[in-house]
Every structure is written in C-alpha cells, then in structure tokens.
C-alpha cells in the first residue's frame, strides 16, 4: 500500500474515508469493526492490566506485549494517538514504580529500559510527524505548535462555539446514551443486525465532530480549520446539561481516590482501573474518550481478572 499512497493518503485510505472501505481491511466491513471494536479494546485492556502486573507482580511480560501491540497499531494506522498514549503509559508506570519502590537505585533499575523506551518513542514520533506531514525539520516546528498546543485547546473552542450554536446536536438530550455510547453501540450493532435500524450517539457524535470547524484566526489573518477531537464534554452535557457534568465529576473524583486506595492494597484490578481513570483524566479533556475503547476495555479487565480469580486466589 505504501507504493500507493502518500502516508496522508493512507491514513484516509485506513479509515476508509475515500471509498467507505479499507484497503488494509480488505475492503470489508466486518473485519474492520472487529479491529475496531474488539481488537483495539483489548489492545487498551492489556495496556492497563499489563501496568498493574508489572507493578504488583513484578511481571513485565505483559507489559512488554502490550506496548509492542500499541506501537504496531500506531504504525499500521499511521496514527500519532498510539504513540502519544505509549508516553503516557510510561509516564503513569514511572510514578507508580516511584510510589512503590524500596529506593531510588531500585526504582532506576527497574525502570532503565523504560527510559530509553521513552526517548526511542519520542525520537520516532518527530520522524513519524515528519513523514506523516511531507515536511522537514523546520517544519516539524510548524507541527509540533498545530499538535501540541492548537490541537489541545481546539476542545474548549469547539465547545464554547457549540454551546452558543441553537442548532448544535450538544443540546439534545440523550439522558446516559452518550457517555455510556462506547458500550451501547454493541447491544445497537446486535439488534441492527436482526433488522432494526439504530444509529448510536457514539456514530452520531463521532460523525458530527469529524466536520470541519472554523476555531480561531492564523497570524496572517486566515481562519483555522479542523476536524476536532471535541471533548468529553461535549458527551457529558448532552446526557444531563450542567447537572450531569457536575455529577460526573464527582464520580470520577470519587473513584480516583477509591482506586488510589486500591493500589497501596496491591489490588491488580484496583490498580488497572487506576491506570484507566488516570488516562480518562488525560485525555477526556480533549477529546470524546469515553466514545471508544475505553469503556469496553474497563469491562474486558475486569472479567479477566475476575475469571482469573476463581483459578488464582487474591489476584485481584
């Protein structure tokens, strides 16, 4: 495919952007909502269970699996997101270790492959947005700003326009079925299969989003357009307004903390869900996390480990 396309190119190709199908899947439907929808949750589900292993049970093996699959998918995809969630998941490591370890020199033996994973993944994501983008190192400054900084504030742009925009889907109530939408699109895609026609808020919003949006003004004075990430946000105040935002927020604190609790008890689900309300945290802000893999990955870690419990007393 590479002889085909220019790397922008294939990333439309993969998404099947051009045609509604994908070259890399075979112009199939099917196989590409299993990579999609099953493949890539338990690809976030061994990310969070491979953390907690390593870090109650001292097991990297898992770990190390699971950062090669992320990497793989980030190359497969052409997709930055990948790569940028592999920091993050080294960063969460690194301070977990730093709260468990013995001593410092334990904590840095432990953990020296990690650094240079950390400066392997940062070095290739520059070469990687360099390729990706056809421009040099000049223009890697260009964009590091558009990726760095424009790409996570957009967000809040994004939402404030919306909230002022009557016409805007954020005012329809959905009461639940978009915060909850990563899950609810399975029973959706089910009952759509037995003949129904149901179009799931994670669909809508994803579809809604994906458009253009017009979010501020560039130094020679041109409007900048881009499709946006949008926000949790964004998923939260269709479901309840302000009301559910505040009572969301207060869940999420809640189990922060009870999870933080969880990893002095050397829980390897309490600590899995810790990585996962960590990287809610991080990423919910600028963009519909919730909407993906997420939530399934949650579910698909806590029935691993509870199945795994019955084999293996206190695992979880």
Request: proline letters at 2%; charged letters at 15%; glycine letters at 8%.
């Amino acid at each position: 495919m590479s002889t085909e396309f220019t790397v922008r190119e294939y990333r439309s190709e993969v998404f099947g952007l051009w045609t509604g199908s994908s070259k890399l899947f075979h112009n199939s439907k099917m196989i590409s909502i299993f990579y999609f929808w099953i493949v890539n949750p338990f690809q976030v589900a061994s990310v969070f269970l491979g953390v907690s292993f390593r870090n109650i049970g001292n097991d990297n093996r898992l770990f190390y699996v699971a950062i090669l699959l992320l990497f793989f998918d980030a190359i497969i995809l052409a997709g930055r997101f990948a790569l940028h969630s592999l920091i993050s998941v080294f960063l969460i490591t690194l301070l977990l270790d730093l709260f468990s370890s013995h001593s410092r020199e334990f904590f840095y033996r432990k953990n020296k492959y990690l650094f240079l994973f950390i400066g392997f993944i940062l070095f290739f994501l520059m070469v990687f947005t360099m390729l990706r983008d056809n421009s040099g190192l000049s223009g890697f400054v260009d964009s590091l700003k558009l990726y760095i900084f424009i790409y996570h504030t957009e967000s809040f742009s994004i939402l404030d326009h919306e909230l002022l925009n009557p016409s805007s889907i954020i005012h329809d109530l959905t009461y639940g079925k978009s915060f909850f939408g990563g899950v609810l699109k399975y029973p959706i895609l089910l009952m759509n299969q037995l003949g129904f026609n149901i179009i799931s808020e994670e669909s809508r919003i994803g579809g809604y989003l994906h458009k253009n949006f017009a979010i501020g003004i560039n130094e020679d004075g041109s409007l900048i357009q881009l499709n946006a990430f949008g926000s949790i946000f964004f998923s939260m105040y269709r479901d309840g307004r302000e009301f559910f935002i505040f009572l969301c927020g207060i869940f999420y604190g809640y189990n922060l903390l009870f999870f933080s609790q969880r990893f002095y008890s050397r829980s390897v689900l309490g600590v899995s869900l810790l990585v996962s309300m960590l990287f809610i945290g991080i990423y919910g802000i600028f963009q519909p996390y919730i909407d993906g893999a997420i939530l399934p990955s949650l579910l698909i870690s806590s029935i691993i480990l509870i199945v795994l419990n019955f084999y293996y007393k206190r695992i979880v």
